[in-house]
């Protein structure tokens, strides 16, 4: 008998197709919000915690921890302030420190950010549990005028090997000052990754002191001072002494894992300028702890939005029972039962709902296919373009029992409409 009441919960829901539909569209959007925002939550954590792995500590100049590891790892936001490279020399030869990677940070090209770095960056940098940076094409830098870009940069911006690039100061789509003295040829571009390597152009770290000096020409002052600045710009780069001065911050492995927690506090009352070191997992934990709030409150804006929109569905039910009370009794007097009645009007808030999860499901695949380059673009966020996942189904299982406990309640009013009080006319 269900097949008959289904067809018949068909029917009237095509009857009244325009007010079905849009009941379907404001579920559809409910759904697509709650599934974004657990997906966006999902992504998010797992990005982050894929994108640097085997690294013990990350140091820098003193600030916050997790200020810190947003801008040296995740090229979110700018350093207060930079380390002195005889501090990071200092440290790097310490006996505990099996290796140390330098990196600085502060200017861009097109809206990427640019990394100066050394070549023991792609020997010792590692991703999603140990993965190491692989190259497309070409090969790591060796001189201060060649550049390795990572996978977006290449894909978005078309460049080839061979290619040549002007970087610029300044770390957004607006730049203060163009480097052109010096454009910066391309010799590799890295294999996907899934991180903010993928965005980034690598340069030696050399390379950042040449295009500053050379910089340094039209704010120096006039007379001796803007003298040296250019005789100091006509030597050859390779005749210069290139040592940075200072650097944004760099990465280290310890030699024991035992020496990770003696070595941060060494570095944390180091004597020669106030650094900061911080171990990934800790700045990540009080990451997650600072958008626990966060998640917490769009879960709940979703579930509100969820909740509306059957609320929604359970008005529009609601009245039309009043508008179908001769159609009620016709069922009746041709031999339908109360039960039959109840079957249909659940029928129709589970095929509402049915249809509005379907809709809403394409409608996130939609948005994650025209949004990623965007959020990628503006957050630095990569995500994945994947099918649903147990976390999602638990999700679309909970709206629909929420959508039978609301269908229930017109439903139950509709069991016990009698045959009297359908043919009966109400005054």
């Not at 070595?263 to 171990?279: G, M, T």
Request: glycine fraction near 8%; charge should be positive; aromatic fraction near 8%.
């Amino acid at each position: 008998m269900s097949a008959p009441v289904l067809n018949l919960a068909l029917a009237s829901l095509w009857n009244r197709r325009s007010t079905a539909m849009l009941t379907m569209l404001a579920i559809a959007l409910s759904v697509t919000l709650m599934l974004a925002v657990e997906k966006l939550r999902r992504d998010a954590r797992g990005a982050f915690a894929n994108t640097i792995s085997g690294t013990d500590l990350i140091v820098g100049a003193r600030s916050g921890a997790l200020q810190l590891m947003l801008y040296s790892v995740f090229r979110i936001g700018n350093a207060t302030n930079n380390m002195s490279w005889d501090s990071y020399k200092e440290v790097a030869n310490s006996p505990r420190v099996k290796w140390a990677v330098p990196m600085s940070l502060g200017d861009s090209h097109r809206g990427f950010r640019v990394l100066g770095t050394s070549t023991a960056y792609f020997q010792h940098y590692r991703y999603a549990r140990r993965h190491e940076l692989t190259f497309a094409s070409g090969k790591s830098f060796a001189d201060v005028r060649e550049v390795v870009l990572g996978a977006a940069v290449a894909a978005e911006l078309g460049y080839s090997l061979g290619q040549e690039v002007v970087l610029a100061h300044g770390a957004g789509e607006i730049n203060l000052q163009a480097h052109d003295q010096y454009p910066m040829r391309v010799v590799g571009i890295l294999n996907p990754t899934g991180t903010p390597v993928d965005r980034t152009l690598h340069v030696n770290l050399e390379s950042i002191t040449l295009i500053h000096l050379d910089s340094a020409v039209s704010t120096a002052t006039q007379g001796s001072a803007r003298q040296r600045f250019s005789q100091l710009i006509q030597r050859a780069p390779e005749r210069r002494d290139l040592t940075p001065v200072s650097i944004t911050a760099f990465l280290l492995g310890t030699r024991s894992k035992l020496d990770i927690f003696a070595l941060q506090r060494d570095i944390n009352r180091f004597e020669r300028e106030p650094l900061l070191a911080v171990i990934p997992g800790v700045a990540l934990q009080e990451l997650w702890d600072l958008l626990g709030f966060a998640e917490t409150l769009l879960r709940l804006v979703s579930i509100a939005v969820v909740f509306t929109g059957l609320l929604g569905m359970t008005t529009l039910i609601l009245a039309t029972l009043e508008a179908r009370r001769r159609e009620m009794a016709v069922l009746r007097a041709v031999g339908a039962r109360p039960i039959h009645l109840f079957g249909l009007f659940m029928f129709e808030a589970l095929l509402l709902c049915a249809g509005g999860i379907v809709l809403g499901m394409a409608c996130l695949q939609v948005g994650l296919v025209l949004g990623q380059p965007l959020i990628a673009r503006e957050f630095g966020l990569h995500m994945t373009l994947s099918g649903p996942t147990l976390a999602d189904f638990g999700i679309v299982a909970g709206i629909a029992g929420a959508a039978c406990v609301a269908g229930a309640i017109p439903a139950w009013r509709a069991y016990r409409t009698a045959l009297a009080d359908g043919l009966s006319v109400r005054v």
